[in-house]
């Protein structure tokens, strides 16, 4: 309902009524406006109105702004949505002035731009955390072309005398394995006339034979003289055995001829014993059965250590709060048993004897003396 | 007590000579005695039975010096010379050097055997150190080294010769073992006219 507290309609050119009535104002914009635009014509398409007529087509400048249009607008909306997405790529630009040496001929100041990787944003935001796809390569990226060499070789044929290899020297020249130079090796032709040996070599090879040679002589001639001494020992010991032989059978032994021989006494073998035993000071051991069986060979006598260790044992207390089974140095005691501890007996001796003043050895008795004078009887 | 049985009389050696069946009364009765086999098995020298038996400390004078440590020339030499009695020349018969064993057996080595019943009459020799007398016995005596507490000793024993041993002039009893000093004389009979062999003991 048109009233006057609304604006005027915009594309109404009708009379303005000052009456209330709406039947009168709404035919009349109607019928107008209708009326006055409305042909017959207009109702046909232009096709079939006007067949030869050309459609025109839109000219490249049109069609350039229009792609540049849609592209801002576009690009609008990806910017619009990359600032919201988690994954924040994006260019940076980023002025630096560096102090750049000559020789690089660059200017004093210069960008350098750091592009990180794009992810793709119509990709769900879950996928991107989990793996990352990658986009592809920027336009910046130039492609690297593949370069193919030429098939011939531009050079001739090598001279074949540069890649001869002389014959290798041998270990007993070089022992130490030296790196010898071409010119130096002994299989080159050319350098044959050159080839010398140096001195050095000879000399210490008859200094070396000179020296194994002295020292032989060395250790033979002191094993020779070692060898005549001993003997010159042996032949004293031997000659001094024949001059002891010798006396030891004049004096003990013939009598002389023409002396009287005087019957020798029966003596018993208790008589003979003593003398050699006791007059002459020799060893002499019991009898002896002769003819008996030969000992077989046996091992040393096997006894349980344990008799011991329960001999050294018995000194040692029983009693509750004894951890031990035995004393730390019980092998001390059981290597003592057959041996006398003459210390344990001088200690002894010493503290029963209270009189002796540190003195070693047996026990003097001192005279005794009382001092009841009751017991004297003559008194 | 062994109960002779008497045999029944039967009528068919009635009448018969007794003198014939008196062999078979003979009765055997068992020897006890030792038969020496084992000591010839465990101790013998060519099928003869040996009678000395080397102590337990029985060693080589070398032995014990190589024990000591000792260098050659603070070793001991220990030597037997053998004189004979009658020589002109009064030099040794021979010397054994006794310094490579522990003991020495010393007996007859006649070259012949004394036994006639053997054909060929072979001696079988069995001492180390050999005298040429035919009193002497075929194991007359020993002389053995012994380890007594330590010290090297050297003993002679008398094996119970027939004739027996003397030492300087003094017969030894026989199966003793009697110290042997630098310079003694052994003889190996007891009466001087059958002694011609004299044997000195020598160390140095």
Redesign the interface.
Known sequence: MFSNRLPPPKHSQGRVSTALSSDRVEPAILTDQIAKNVKLDDFIPKRQSNFELSVPLPTKAEIQECTARTKSYIQRLVNAKLANSNNRASSRYVTETHQAPANLLLNNSHHIEVVSKQMDPLLPRFVGKKARKVVAPTENDEVVPVLHMDGSNDRGEADPNEWKIPAAVSNWKNPNGYTVALERRVGKALDNENNTINDGFMKLSEALENADKKARQEIRSKMELKRLA?EQ??LA??S???E??????Y?????QTGAI?KPKKQTS?VA??K??AYSQG???????????????EQPDLQYDSRFFTRGANASAKRHEDQVYDNPLFVQQDIESIYKTNYEKLDEAVNVKSEGASGSHGPIQFTKAESDDKSDNYGA | MFHRRKRPYNTRNYGHDDKKFKSQYIDIMPDFSPSGLLELESNNKEGIALKHVEPQDAISPDNYMDMLGLEARDRTMYELVIYRKNDKDKGPWKRYDLNGRSCYLVGRELGHSLDTDLDDRTEIVVADIGIPEETSSKQHCVIQFRNVRGILKCYVMDLDSSNGTCLNNVVIPGARYIELRSGDVLTLSEFEEDNDYELIFMNV
């Open positions: 001993m020992e042996m010991k031997e001094k055995l024949k002891l032989s010798q006396r030891a059978r004096h003990n032994g013939t009598p021989v073998t003979r014993l003398e050699l020799r060893d002499v051991s019991e009898k002896i059965i002769l003819g008996a069986a030969k000992r077989s």
